[in-house]
């Protein structure tokens, strides 16, 4: 369906958007490791009961931007409460929470994301935000797969439209 004067540009486009993308994965799942071990340290740090299961679990549901909360706020809260011995240990719970999170969005994903798709953090920050803004939980789900595909095609259609005889007619 690609016209044939477009197959090879068509191709380099294809293969920049697959390597973005793959990147984008790569960098979600790092920073859902990375996640998982800090939450594990946290939980263990507090003496949560089955800190690494639930520090796990969370750091896998990362990769879905804030379940990690619902999941590892939900899954400790009812370890805490099954053995309850005050308010001190929800508290803790909730620093870990709190201070894992922080240490997300302010270190891990404007960083790993920022450099596999090849933007400094603060675009991954502002774009993380202003998608989540316009568009709720989906902006912040999309906004680095639609970062990554917006660079790839201004990287790929630029050069074409520079050389191209239209470019020259106007220039």
């Known amino acids: ?18 390597t973005a993308l793959r990147a984008v994965v790569q960098g979600q799942l790092m920073v859902a490791m990375i996640m998982g071990v ?9 003496g ?26 939900s899954l400790s809260l009812m370890v805490v409460l099954s053995d309850f011995s005050g308010w ?9 929470i709190v201070s894992v999170q922080a240490i ?3 270190l891990l994903t404007p960083r790993i994301l920022g ?10 920050i502002v774009t993380v935000l202003s ?18 595909i917006v660079r790839v095609v201004w990287q790929t259609a630029v050069p074409y ?3 191209s005889a239209w470019y020259e007619n106007f220039r």
Not at 89 to 96: C, F, K, P
């Open 38 to 46: 800090l939450y594990c340290i946290g939980f263990s740090i507090v």
């Open 48 to 73: 949560l009961n089955s800190a690494l299961l639930i520090g796990f679990i969370a750091g896998i549901c990362r990769v879905i931007p804030y379940l990690d909360i619902l999941v590892a706020g």
């Open 88 to 96: 001190g240990s929800i508290i803790a719970v909730v620093i870990v």
């Open 161 to 163: 439209y520079l050389s």
């Open 115 to 124: 450099n596999k798709v090849g933007f400094p953090p603060v675009v991954v």
């Open 104 to 106: 997300d969005g302010m």
């Open 1 to 18: 369906y690609v016209p044939l004067d477009l197959v090879q540009p068509f191709a380099v486009f294809t293969t920049r958007l697959d």
């Open 131 to 148: 998608f989540g803004k316009l568009w709720g939980f989906w902006g912040i789900l999309f906004a680095i797969p639609i970062l990554a």
